[in-house]
């Protein structure tokens, strides 16, 4: 064997191992930070009433009364979030929670604390929803959106319908990505896109880096397409994040 073929496998071998260990460091980060994925789950009661009936007679006062039944109507809607603040503060789709007159956190360990919904920010389909646990809670650190590239690998986690907690990797493939208009105009969301497919349930569903810091929050994918969907980028989730704790006495 020559010499430049036995170079050649061994560049073959470093790059094989370093991609596998790159791999495994990946993983390793998202267990790290597990803890702080959480499940969503909406629930919204209402009661309605239904159409008139015929009138009928009262036999005990002699008068004509309309009838109506009340109907309760409810579902339940799933989805992910991650926590972002010790004190409690989770992030999620509003999508998720809209309408949602009880809310249900399901913890990594299973257990489950109701929420309460702090802010939601429609136009960027954010909502800021908060728990009181009675232990120390684990949070991901939110990194800086702006120094995200095209081609960046990246990372998932959600609550698929299919297999719980999902995770799914892709890369970046599109940046200040803008898909809704409004009565006066074009509303720029400026959103990540990725190559990353999304299924039910895995809206809000915390999207990583590389090293395991929240760079944005999944929302919708791409009508039509095939591994193409949207987040949320993690500088104007910090930005609301800010506000909130600039009017409260928590500590950012």
Same mark, same amino acid.
């Given at each position: 064997? $020559?010499?430049?073929?036995?170079?050649?496998?061994?560049?073959?071998? %470093?790059?094989?191992?370093?991609?596998?260990?790159?791999?495994?460091?990946?993983?390793?980060?998202?267990?790290?930070?597990?803890?702080?994925? +959480?499940?969503?789950?909406?629930?919204?009661?209402?009661?309605?009433?239904?159409?008139?009936?015929?009138?009928?007679?009262?036999?005990?006062?002699?008068?004509?009364?309309?009838?109506?039944?009340?109907?309760?109507?409810?579902?339940?809607r799933?989805?992910?979030?991650?926590?972002i603040?010790?004190?409690?503060?989770?992030?999620?789709?509003?999508?998720?929670?809209?309408?949602a007159?009880?809310?249900?956190?399901?913890?990594?360990?299973?257990?489950?604390?109701?929420?309460?919904?702090?802010?939601v920010?429609?136009?960027?389909?954010?909502?800021?929803?908060?728990?009181?646990?009675?232990?120390?809670?684990? +949070?991901?650190?939110?990194?800086?959106?702006?120094?995200?590239?095209?081609?960046?690998?990246?990372?998932?986690?959600?609550?698929?319908?299919?297999?719980?907690?999902?995770?799914s990797?892709?890369?970046?493939k599109?940046?200040?990505?803008?898909?809704?208009?409004?009565?006066?105009?074009?509303?720029?969301?400026?959103?990540?896109?990725?190559?990353?497919? +999304?299924?039910?349930?895995?809206?809000?569903?915390?999207? %990583?880096?590389?090293?395991?810091d929240?760079?944005?929050?999944? $929302?919708a994918?791409?009508?039509?397409?095939?591994?193409?969907? %949207?987040?949320?980028?993690?500088?104007?989730?910090?930005?609301?994040?800010?506000?909130?704790?600039l009017?409260?006495?928590?500590?950012?």
């Open positions: 064997m $020559t010499k430049k073929y036995i170079i050649l496998i061994l560049i073959l071998q %470093f790059s094989i191992g370093n991609s596998l260990y790159a791999q495994k460091s990946i993983i390793d980060q998202m267990i790290k930070k597990q803890k702080a994925i +959480v499940g969503i789950s909406s629930h919204n009661k209402e009661l309605f009433k239904s159409k008139p009936q015929d009138p009928v007679l009262n036999p005990e006062t002699g008068r004509l009364i309309v009838l109506r039944n009340l109907t309760q109507a409810s579902y339940t799933d989805g992910a979030g991650v926590i603040h010790p004190s409690g503060i989770i992030v999620t789709n509003a999508h998720t929670i809209n309408r007159n009880h809310i249900i956190i399901t913890m990594h360990d299973g257990s489950q604390i109701a929420a309460q919904v702090l802010q920010i429609g136009n960027l389909d954010l909502a800021y929803l908060k728990i009181d646990a009675p232990y120390p809670l684990p +949070v991901v650190r939110i990194a800086d959106s702006d120094k995200v590239k095209l081609h960046d690998e990246i990372i998932t986690v959600g609550h698929s319908e299919f297999l719980n907690k999902t995770v990797g892709g890369r970046i599109g940046l200040g990505t803008s898909r809704t208009k409004n009565r006066s105009g074009e509303q720029r969301n400026d959103l990540l896109q990725t190559s990353i497919n +999304v299924y039910s349930g895995d809206s809000g569903g915390p999207l %990583f880096n590389k090293d395991g929240l760079i944005g929050l999944m $929302t994918k791409e009508l039509g397409s095939i591994r193409s969907s %949207f987040a949320v980028p993690s500088n104007k989730i910090a930005h609301y994040l800010k506000k909130f704790l009017n409260t006495n928590l500590k950012p």
